[in-house]
């Protein structure tokens, strides 16, 4: 009697394990179900199992966006100074980045042959960054009044011609250059615009009225004419970048930029 009840209680107790045991297997099997990982291409389910994904969409898309960056900016500019005019100076750059090609347009002017005249030029410039070779389209019949009005396209077509591009590295000191050189030009040349382009606090306290700029023109015109750069910082901000410039004469400038050449500037002279 006493060894047939050891055999019930054993029996049960074999019974409620195996019920436990069960119950959780049953648990985990549920959550393997409703747990998964992608890896790649293909669906791994933890019961195992697995699936195929559809290929990912691989055709990025791009904003058209003013080009601020002066390699690029220079480069594109001499491929268009050594093909179609070398007087020509680009003034703006918008850009579309493809995944194979990356498509400009480019607003500039170009001087007459006889320097009398300035004329404004559109083009768009496509660069295949597979082969590294270029194309170029004369805009200039189209009417254009600002170059925001030509919507580039993502044309990936790929560029078969023996026209090499090639990037010209453009450096802080070479652009605190061009930025000095850009503004003795304007001084000399065209006072007016120059005197648009102080910064604007600046003015105010210093020549609050253009003839007062321009005074200081006439007053400092050889050495406004024989400044070069002689030291240099330059300080990327998030929005803009800001140049300092020394020039020879030890007067020194501060640039703000927000494009290539949109740019404001005082002068501590």
């Known amino acids: 009697m006493e060894k047939h009840k050891k055999l019930i209680i054993i029996c049960i107790v074999v019974l409620i394990v195996t019920l436990v045991v069960l119950t959780i297997t049953l648990i985990l099997l549920n959550d393997k179900k409703e747990i998964e990982e992608v890896e790649g291409t293909i669906r791994i389910n ?11 969409e691989m055709n990025l898309k791009y904003d058209q966006m003013e080009l601020r960056e002066p390699t690029e900016f220079f480069s594109v500019e001499k491929c268009i100074q ?12 918008n850009y579309l980045q493809g995944e194979r090609i990356m498509t400009y347009s480019i607003y500039g002017t170009i001087n007459s042959e006889d320097n009398s005249q300035t004329l404004e030029k559109y083009f768009i410039v496509r660069v295949d960054m597979y ?19 030509i919507k ?3 044309d990936e077509t790929e560029i078969s011609n023996n026209n090499s591009f ?11 250059k061009k930025y000095l050189e850009d503004f003795k030009l304007k001084e000399l ?3 007016q615009e120059a005197y648009s382009m102080l910064d604007e606090e600046y003015k105010q306290q210093n020549f609050p009225t253009f003839e007062s700029f ?5 007053n400092n015109k050889e050495k406004i004419q024989s400044a070069e750069l002689l030291q240099y910082d330059v300080n990327r901000k998030a929005d803009y970048t800001e140049y300092t410039l020394v020039d020879n004469n030890n007067d020194s400038y501060t640039v703000k930029t927000t494009g290539i050449w949109d740019y404001t500037i005082l002068m501590n002279n």
């Open 131 to 149: 082969n590294m070779t270029f194309e170029i389209q004369d805009l200039s019949d189209g009417n254009y009044e600002d170059i925001d009005q």
């Open 46 to 56: 933890k019961d195992g199992t697995a699936e195929t994904l559809p290929e990912p």
């Open 166 to 176: 090639e990037y010209v590295a453009v450096s802080g000191e070479e652009m605190c």
């Open 82 to 93: 050594d093909n179609i005019n070398s007087s020509f100076k680009a003034q703006k750059m």
């Open 152 to 154: 580039l396209e993502d």
């Open 189 to 191: 040349t065209n006072p």
């Open 214 to 218: 321009q005074e200081y023109i006439n």
